[in-house]
């Protein structure tokens, strides 16, 4: 993931400036697809492009279009994935995340506010998977071992969602 943003930052900087959320949003998923092995590349490939097409062209984000880019990204790594809630996977940390995002937004909370809940559900949907036993992805071979750790994409998941609110300001 690291080589991943790492590689993002390079082409963001040669990036058009005019580029909408949804052109960074595409931009970041190929990125990701083409740098980042294993099954998070595939994953966050997935995830940025969903929500890539969720925001369309629009210039900007509003709550309203946050709440769909964060939808659109965690059904996103379902579909590929094909994992739910309890499997001890990134969809633990996102599934939270979306319904934090949701209520924030529906009680009037701005971008920040919504991207913080989400964030903050992230984190606990991570903190969750500590006692699970791993039915999906690579860490389901580890079995009855993979219980008492935190699961890698669900932590992924809080430290991508901190970085954004952190990026915006929070």
Do not use: C, N
């Amino acid at each position: 993931m690291d080589r991943g943003f790492e590689a993002v930052i390079v082409r963001l900087a040669d990036s058009p400036a005019d580029s909408t959320p949804g052109d960074v949003l595409k931009l970041v998923a190929t990125t990701l697809i083409s740098t980042v092995g294993g099954a998070s590349g595939p994953l966050y490939g997935t995830a940025f492009l969903k929500a890539a097409i969720a925001v369309g062209t629009s210039d900007s984000l509003d709550p309203i279009s946050l709440v769909a880019m964060l939808t659109a990204a965690r059904d996103g790594i379902v579909l590929r994935g094909k994992a739910e809630s309890g499997d001890k996977t990134m969809v633990d940390a996102w599934t939270p995340a979306v319904d934090a995002a949701v209520q924030s937004q529906q009680a009037g909370g701005d971008v920040l506010a919504v991207l913080s809940a989400a964030a903050t559900a992230a984190d606990q949907g991570a903190i969750a998977t500590e006692p699970l036993i791993a039915r999906k992805g690579r860490a389901s071979y580890l079995g009855e071992r993979s219980q008492g750790h935190r699961d890698p994409g669900a932590e992924s998941t809080r430290l991508l969602l901190q970085a954004g609110v952190d990026a915006i300001g929070g």
